[in-house]
């Protein structure tokens, strides 16, 4: 049985353009990107690492940013992570620089939600995040800009504001490892398929999230998204 609250959760999930209009591409697997800004890194006790850290979200944990956030405070602190997601428009496999660029559709703002006691725990047992990431509800997506509306990946303000405080504000030109070297090397290991999400890395000013909160995510200039934080079993 799927009650109707949890197929508007998980399965009415399409993606949009800026312009209003869904999209084409089928929602497909989420590849998100661990530490890719130093600051990151460091507010995290942790060096910056020397290759791309991968990890997976599944189609079912996609949520769109117009909706609130239902958050199930019963599975602990959900911290929001701000960062710039890219949308593959083509198959890459084993991907040149080049063919990276022609998959690149759209780019828009995304949470990675993480459940930062519970990653702790995983963390310390050296057991895979996917519980702390990979959950229903985990990855929330804007609107996509269309590729061709922006001049420069590698040069877009990223900005997150928490009832009314920006609390993450940073660049993409801050990037360890820059979003063209990432599809690259993502599809050297995982094929990426039209309407898969990259999820490129949160810049440092992470923090919890509560019921009540308002959210302000955007890529400056290009996508800005508002969203309110609910308790889901409220
Ligand atoms: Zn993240």
Redesign the pocket.
Known sequence: MVSSEDSAQTTAYRHLGTDGRHLQLPPGKVV???KNYAAHALEMNSAPPDEPILFMKPTTAIVSMHRPLAIDAGLGEHHY?A?MTVLIGERLSRATIEQAETAVAGVGVGL?L?LRALQRHLKERRWPWEKCKAFDGSCVLSAFVPATEVADLQNIQIRFTLNGEIRQNSNTALMLFPVLELLVHISGFFTLMPGDVV?T??PEGVGPLAPGDRLDAELVGLVRESTTVLDRLA
């Open positions: 998100c990107i661990g992570e960062e990675d993480t999820m890395g949160t």
